[in-house]
């Protein structure tokens, strides 16, 4: 099954690499196995483009990761500084912050296009994007963007198994989407916020665990008081830190397999995440879920 993915992956890149082709690269599994296979499939004279989007609303370990794949994959690199939050209109994390976010991006990543001469841009959605909440696919089809990947029915296990296949360093990385999927939506986004979550989930990658989300949630008056008034020893592992006159309860979604590590330095994993600033910790017994702030979008979406 390999070899045929391989073969239709690089067919359907093939169509493409005449108009000259930018492939949208965040350095995760999806776009370096476009990147690959862009590079694997062009030929002398057909121009290949790697461009990565800096931006805030994404982890930063994703920035050093794509400039030293392209490198490695010797692809000319461009980097675009994008600000959403001041040019996507997202403030308040809205339902269709995804598609917003896309719209905003990717104009900047066709006008990039124009510039070098490259008729085509390639993003990295698979199969199993098209079935899940994903409001940011219609910002795509609406700007005329190509996802060869989903084009040629590879799921995500199909996307890692072909990665590894052709010697991809990022084949077992775990996803990392923007940053803003951490908070529920009608939340306001703060730079800072996203930067100390981001050090959150750095610090429990460290640790040991792969899937890694730390979700936080804006307590109400109503949750504080329910909290004030439990028992002290429901309370253990419970701050009272406050910050800018908000205070956030941190809630961690690792794989099941991994609770045990956090467990294992629970006393300073709770000092660590307090010292971000979120005053409350907990652990979700549910584990790691892609897309569980999510929940209420899909039923709307029913």
Same mark, same amino acid.
């Given at each position: 099954?390999?070899?045929?993915?391989?073969?239709a992956?690089?067919?359907?890149?093939?169509?493409?690499?005449?108009?000259?082709?930018?492939?949208?690269?965040?350095?995760?599994?999806?776009?370096?196995?476009l990147?690959?296979?862009?590079?694997?499939?062009?030929?002398?004279?057909?121009?290949?483009?790697?461009?990565?989007?800096?931006?805030?609303?994404?982890?930063?370990?994703?920035?050093?990761?794509?400039?030293?794949?392209?490198k490695?994959?010797?692809?000319?690199h461009r980097?675009?500084e994008?600000?959403?939050?001041?040019?996507?209109?997202?403030?308040?994390?809205?339902?269709?912050?995804?598609?917003?976010?896309?719209?905003?991006?990717?104009?900047?990543?066709?006008?990039?296009?124009? %510039?070098?001469?490259?008729?085509?841009?390639?993003?990295?959605?698979n %199969?199993?994007?098209?079935?899940?909440?994903?409001?940011?696919?219609?910002?795509?089809?609406?700007?005329?963007?190509?996802?060869?990947?989903?084009?040629?029915?590879?799921?995500?296990?199909?996307?890692?198994?072909?990665?590894?296949?052709l010697?991809?360093?990022?084949?077992k990385?775990?996803?990392?989407?923007?940053?803003?999927?951490?908070?529920?939506?009608?939340?306001?986004?703060e730079?800072?916020?996203?930067?100390?979550?981001?050090?959150?989930?750095?610090?429990?990658?460290?640790?040991?665990?792969y899937?890694?989300?730390?979700?936080?949630?804006?307590?109400t008056?109503?949750?504080?008081?329910?909290?004030?008034?439990?028992?002290e020893?429901?309370?253990?592992?419970?701050?009272?830190?406050?910050?800018?006159?908000?205070e956030?309860?941190a809630?961690?979604?690792?794989?099941?397999?991994?609770?045990?590590?956090?467990?294992?330095?629970?006393?300073?994993?709770?000092?660590?995440?307090?010292?971000?600033?979120?005053?409350?910790?907990?652990?979700d017994?549910?584990?790691?879920?892609?897309?569980?702030?999510d929940?209420?979008?899909?039923?709307?979406?029913?």
């Open positions: 099954m390999i070899r045929e993915n391989y073969e992956l690089k067919e359907k890149i093939e169509q493409y690499l005449p108009e000259g082709i930018v492939v949208a690269f965040s350095g995760g599994v999806d776009s370096a196995l990147l690959k296979m862009a590079c694997l499939a062009a030929g002398r004279g057909e121009a290949v483009y790697a461009v990565t989007v800096r931006t805030k609303l994404h982890p930063t370990r994703e920035m050093e990761e794509a400039a030293a794949m392209a490695e994959f010797g692809v000319p980097v675009l994008i600000d959403e939050l001041a040019e996507a209109g997202i403030e308040i994390n809205p339902v269709n912050r995804c598609y917003l976010c896309k719209l905003s991006i990717f104009r900047k990543i066709k006008e990039l296009a124009e %510039e070098l001469g490259a008729g085509c841009v390639l993003e990295g959605t %199969e199993d994007d098209l079935h899940q909440y994903r409001p940011g696919i219609r910002a795509l089809l609406e700007l005329g963007i190509l996802s060869p990947l989903a084009e040629c029915g590879l799921r995500k296990e199909d996307v890692r198994e072909l990665a590894a296949y010697g991809i360093s990022a084949a990385r775990p996803s990392a989407p923007c940053l803003a999927t951490r908070l529920p939506y009608g939340t306001r986004i730079y800072g916020l996203l930067a100390r979550i981001d050090e959150g989930e750095r610090y429990l990658r460290a640790l040991g665990c899937n890694v989300r730390l979700r936080v949630h804006e307590l008056e109503e949750v504080n008081a329910g909290l004030q008034n439990m028992g020893n429901q309370r253990d592992g419970c701050g009272s830190g406050v910050e800018n006159g908000r956030w309860l809630r961690i979604e690792v794989d099941q397999e991994d609770m045990a590590k956090l467990l294992d330095h629970r006393n300073e994993l709770v000092d660590k995440i307090k010292g971000l600033g979120f005053g409350r910790v907990s652990l017994l549910e584990g790691f879920r892609s897309g569980s702030m929940i209420k979008a899909n039923r709307h979406k029913k």
